[in-house]
């Protein structure tokens, strides 16, 4: 077993974090407010910049101008780009658009991804996926979903009739298409289906944006959506009719871990940024790194930051091993971990620096506010600590490795 990345992903990973240090984190207030005035001006100028370096959507196989970095990879490269909050969305990595990519590449027709994919991929657009509904709908139980997709054969053609109501799409308001989830039979395991919506088709109604916690970022706004006998074409099938659930699973297994690695990479800069402050500001005579119980803080969070590291390592390389059915246990591990580490850390950021900390002065609160949906966002840790526990009392997980010899693998 060895740790070291290989010298040529090793290279990569430091020009990432150069470009994120040197080009992204000074520019980071500049493209927020600039964001929030309906300006992309200087994030357009990164992104130039960062395709001119050879480091525009790294994830994607070498066809599409990507560097086929694959799982373990992407660790690597991921983590370094959480470090800013504009450092996914530079190199074209951002949620959830990159899920969205993989998405379409792995189970579009040639006709979507000629006419969705190719213009995500060049960041001509930008794109949404619709599965949560607001209650008594699709929340943490996918069960509930209550948006239906209807066969229709009309004068029109052969198609899907689509009436339902979502919210939490991100970046839905201004998308360029949809994909939306939607009910297609009443079979517990195969009545679900994927579509791909045009966001501007007739039916297709922006209700709002909710509000939230956390300020919106860049394409980050939680649309809510309505759509009322929104019309499909059988070409507009994500996969297969009946595959939704198991499309889904496809797509939030890996989301969770690219989440996971965005999020060590802003943990890891706040902790940074306490060690330098810990190390200059007297308090009762002395630095405070040298009082103890501000060492504990740091003590928890560096082991919780490095073990979410090798945990989302492992669950990587189960998927880069083709294992996923055995990945998803451990993707639901590795989430609520680094989803819980990642607000204690902003917890503690504030708590280090004192008044500044819960001041405007220093992001923590901003960070702290983002942090939070974490421990919802795809699946809350409640759902997670669910799997982990049902598949270790019925002996489906070794928590040494994978599945136990000889284990009954669910499929």
Same mark, same amino acid.
């Given at each position: 077993?060895?740790?070291?990345?290989?010298?040529?992903?090793?290279?990569?990973?430091?020009?990432?974090?150069?470009?994120?240090?040197?080009?992204?984190?000074?520019?980071?207030?500049?493209?927020?407010?600039?964001?929030?005035?309906?300006? &992309?001006?200087?994030?357009?100028?990164?992104?130039?910049?960062?395709?001119?370096?050879?480091?525009?959507?790294?994830?994607?196989?070498?066809?599409?101008?990507?560097?086929?970095?694959?799982?373990?990879?992407?660790?690597?490269?991921?983590?370094? !780009?959480?470090?800013?909050?504009?450092?996914?969305?530079?190199?074209?990595?951002?949620?959830?658009?990159?899920?969205?990519?993989?998405?379409?590449?792995?189970?579009?027709?040639?006709?979507?991804?000629?006419?969705?994919?190719?213009?995500?991929?060049?960041?001509?657009?930008?794109?949404?996926?619709?599965?949560?509904?607001?209650?008594?709908?699709?929340?943490?139980?996918?069960?509930?979903?209550?948006?239906?997709?209807?066969?229709?054969?009309?004068?029109?053609?052969?198609?899907?009739?689509?009436?339902?109501?979502?919210?939490?799409?991100?970046?839905?308001?201004?998308?360029?298409?949809? &994909?939306?989830?939607?009910?297609?039979?009443?079979?517990?395991?195969?009545?679900?289906?994927?579509?791909?919506?045009?966001?501007?088709?007739?039916?297709?109604?922006?209700?709002?944006?909710?509000?939230?916690?956390?300020?919106?970022?860049?394409? =980050?706004?939680?649309?809510?959506?309505?759509?009322?006998?929104?019309?499909?074409?059988?070409? +507009?099938?994500?996969?297969?009719?009946?595959?939704?659930?198991?499309?889904?699973?496809?797509?939030?297994?890996?989301?969770?871990?690219?989440?996971? !690695?965005?999020?060590?990479?802003?943990?890891?800069?706040?902790?940074?940024?306490?060690?330098?402050?810990?190390?200059?500001r007297q308090s009762l005579g002395r630095a405070l790194?040298?009082?103890?119980?501000?060492?504990?803080?740091?003590?928890?969070?560096?082991?919780?930051?490095?073990?979410?590291?090798?945990?989302?390592?492992?669950?990587?390389?189960?998927?880069?091993?083709?294992?996923?059915?055995?990945?998803?246990?451990?993707?639901?591990?590795?989430?609520?971990?680094?989803?819980?580490?990642?607000?204690?850390? !902003?917890?503690?950021?504030?708590? &280090? =620096?004192?008044?500044?900390?819960?001041?405007?002065?220093?992001?923590?609160?901003?960070?702290?506010?983002?942090?939070?949906?974490?421990?919802?966002?795809?699946?809350?840790?409640?759902?997670?600590?669910?799997?982990?526990?049902?598949?270790?009392?019925?002996?489906?997980? +070794?928590?040494?490795?994978?599945?136990?010899?000889?284990?009954?693998?669910p499929s």
């Amino acid at each position: 077993m060895d740790f070291a990345l290989p010298p040529e992903l090793e290279a990569l990973r430091l020009r990432v974090r150069a470009f994120v240090d040197t080009h992204a984190i000074p520019a980071e207030a500049q493209v927020l407010t600039e964001a929030r005035a309906g300006s &992309i001006t200087t994030l357009q100028a990164l992104q130039v910049r960062a395709r001119s370096e050879g480091l525009w959507v790294p994830h994607l196989p070498p066809e599409l101008g990507g560097l086929g970095l694959g799982f373990l990879g992407m660790c690597a490269l991921f983590r370094e !780009m959480g470090r800013s909050l504009i450092g996914a969305r530079i190199f074209n990595c951002d949620a959830p658009d990159q899920g969205n990519m993989d998405l379409l590449l792995a189970h579009g027709s040639p006709a979507i991804r000629e006419r969705w994919l190719h213009p995500l991929v060049q960041g001509q657009t930008t794109s949404a996926f619709c599965m949560t509904e607001p209650a008594p709908g699709a929340g943490a139980d996918p069960g509930n979903l209550s948006t239906t997709a209807r066969k229709v054969e009309d004068g029109s053609g052969e198609g899907w009739v689509i009436d339902g109501h979502k919210w939490y799409s991100t970046g839905g308001r201004d998308a360029a298409f949809l &994909i939306v989830m939607a009910r297609t039979s009443d079979d517990p395991r195969h009545g679900a289906s994927m579509f791909v919506v045009d966001r501007q088709a007739p039916g297709v109604e922006h209700l709002r944006d909710v509000p939230t916690m956390a300020p919106g970022l860049l394409q =980050h706004h939680e649309a809510e959506l309505r759509f009322t006998g929104v019309r499909v074409g059988p070409q +507009d099938v994500l996969g297969q009719i009946g595959e939704g659930f198991q499309l889904a699973q496809a797509r939030l297994v890996p989301a969770r871990l690219t989440h996971c !690695m965005r999020w060590l990479g802003l943990a890891d800069r706040a902790l940074h940024m306490c060690r330098a402050y810990a190390a200059t500001r007297q308090s009762l005579g002395r630095a405070l790194a040298r009082h103890q119980q501000v060492q504990v803080m740091f003590a928890n969070n560096a082991a919780d930051i490095h073990a979410g590291n090798l945990m989302t390592w492992h669950c990587a390389s189960l998927l880069a091993a083709g294992r996923d059915r055995e990945a998803r246990t451990f993707s639901s591990m590795t989430k609520t971990h680094v989803a819980r580490t990642l607000c204690r850390v !902003m917890d503690d950021a504030i708590q &280090i =620096h004192g008044g500044l900390g819960y001041s405007e002065d220093m992001p923590f609160g901003l960070w702290y506010r983002i942090a939070r949906a974490a421990r919802i966002a795809d699946g809350p840790d409640e759902v997670h600590q669910v799997v982990v526990a049902r598949d270790f009392l019925l002996g489906r997980i +070794d928590l040494l490795g994978g599945w136990p010899p000889g284990a009954s693998v669910p499929s």
